[in-house]
C-alpha cells in the first residue's frame, strides 16, 4: 500500500513541536489504538486569562508512526492559549486540514490525537473536582 503525506505532514514528524512532558500536569490525556500499536501521552497545565480557564502549556509523548507523531504535534499547537471548551472542540477534521491533509488510512492518529487532549481536560477537571470537594469537607490545611 502507498500513499503520501503532505509536507506539512512530514515537518511535524521531522521536527515536532511541544514535545516531552509537563512535570506535575494539571491533566493527562492517555490513549492507544491496540489495532496499530500507537500510544500517546498528552500533559496540559492550565492557567488563568481574562477569567476563564486556559490551556498554558501543553506537551506530549507519543510512540507510533509518522501521522501520529505529526497529529500529536498538531493537537498542541492547535489547543495552546485556547480556553478548555474551544480546545475541547478541536475535531479530528480540524487536525488532519491544519497538516494539508492525512492519508484515509491515518485518520484514526487524528482521532486518537483529539481524544487525548479530550482526556487529559476531563482528568484536570476531576482531579480540580477532587480538590474542591477536599477544600469544602473542612479537610484543607
Given at each position: 500500500m502507498t500513499f503520501r503525506y503532505s509536507k506539512k505532514v512530514i515537518e511535524n514528524f521531522l521536527h515536532p513541536k511541544n514535545l516531552g512532558e509537563i512535570k506535575n500536569p494539571d491533566g493527562i490525556g492517555k490513549i492507544g489504538n491496540p489495532i496499530c500499536g500507537d500510544v500517546m501521552w498528552l500533559y496540559i497545565k492550565v492557567g488563568k486569562?481574562?477569567?476563564?480557564?486556559?490551556i498554558k502549556d501543553i506537551k506530549f509523548k507519543t510512540f507510533g508512526c509518522a501521522a501520529a507523531i505529526a497529529t500529536s504535534s498538531m493537537i498542541t499547537q492547535l489547543?495552546?492559549?485556547?480556553?478548555?471548551?474551544?480546545?475541547?472542540?478541536?475535531?479530528?477534521?480540524?487536525?488532519?486540514?491544519?497538516?494539508k491533509g492525512l492519508p484515509p488510512i491515518k485518520m484514526h492518529c487524528s482521532n486518537l490525537a483529539?481524544?487525548?487532549?479530550?482526556?487529559?481536560?476531563?482528568d484536570y477537571k476531576k482531579k480540580k473536582k477532587i480538590i474542591k470537594n477536599f477544600n469544602l469537607s473542612g479537610n484543607s490545611n
Open positions: 486569562k481574562k477569567g476563564k480557564e486556559i489547543a495552546k492559549g485556547k480556553t478548555l471548551e474551544q480546545a475541547k472542540k478541536v475535531t479530528r477534521n480540524d487536525i488532519a486540514d491544519s497538516l483529539s481524544e487525548a487532549l479530550k482526556k487529559a481536560i476531563e
